[in-house]
């Protein structure tokens, strides 16, 4: 299976930066995992949140395929442990072709972009930043396929 991630605006921080990358590398290892950067917006001034969704679903939904597997990363998504996320890792790749998580924007998903949607998940019912959400997640995924190998990097 392979795995996707989108993010809608690059990452600023060098320290997240380095952090995502190095996870990306780790889940490599364990699964094809590319990421995917969309470009923010210009002249965003001009434009209501609405808008800027709507622009910004549009360039996220030419990212996806008929056949992939879409997953929200979403303050309303279902939360999960981590070995549970492992467990639905695990289940996924049984069943998606491709499965691809989207970290939106900051005012969230366009409409259009909720109705391609699977699924949803989110990581807590935390505020991050969506910056700090991108080290997270992959932080999560990397620990979710060390947990279906029997690594020891999760401790119960």
Same mark, same amino acid.
């Given at each position: 299976?392979?795995?996707? &991630?989108?993010?809608?605006?690059? #990452?600023?921080?060098?320290?997240?930066?380095? *952090?995502? =990358? +190095? !996870?990306?590398?780790?889940?490599?290892?364990?699964? %094809?995992? +590319?990421?995917?950067?969309? %470009? @923010?917006?210009?002249?965003?001034?001009?434009?209501?949140?609405?808008?800027?969704? #709507?622009? @910004?679903?549009?360039?996220?939904?030419?990212?996806?395929?008929?056949? /992939?597997?879409?997953?929200?990363? /979403?303050?309303?998504?279902?939360?999960?442990?981590?070995? @549970? &996320?492992?467990?639905?890792?695990?289940?996924?790749?049984?069943?998606?072709?491709?499965?691809?998580?989207?970290? *939106? *924007? %900051?005012?969230?998903?366009?409409?259009?972009? !909720?109705?391609?949607?699977?699924?949803?998940?989110?990581?807590?019912?935390?505020?991050?930043?969506? =910056?700090?959400?991108? &080290?997270?997640? #992959?932080?999560?995924? !990397?620990?979710?396929? #060390?947990?279906?190998? *029997? @690594?020891? !990097?999760?401790?119960?």
């Amino acid at each position: 299976m392979k795995t996707l &991630l989108i993010l809608v605006g690059k #990452t600023v921080n060098k320290h997240f930066v380095a *952090g995502i =990358q +190095d !996870y990306a590398e780790r889940i490599s290892h364990y699964m %094809p995992f +590319d990421i995917v950067t969309i %470009p @923010e917006l210009k002249n965003t001034k001009n434009l209501s949140e609405e808008q800027q969704k #709507t622009l @910004e679903g549009e360039l996220i939904l030419k990212l996806t395929q008929p056949s /992939d597997t879409v997953v929200l990363m /979403d303050e309303h998504g279902k939360e999960l442990r981590s070995v @549970e &996320l492992a467990r639905w890792l695990e289940q996924k790749r049984n069943t998606a072709r491709r499965l691809v998580f989207v970290i *939106g *924007g %900051p005012y969230g998903f366009s409409p259009a972009v !909720y109705g391609r949607a699977n699924e949803k998940l989110s990581l807590s019912k935390m505020t991050f930043s969506h =910056q700090m959400v991108r &080290l997270i997640f #992959t932080e999560q995924i !990397y620990r979710a396929c #060390t947990i279906i190998k *029997g @690594e020891p !990097y999760h401790h119960e």
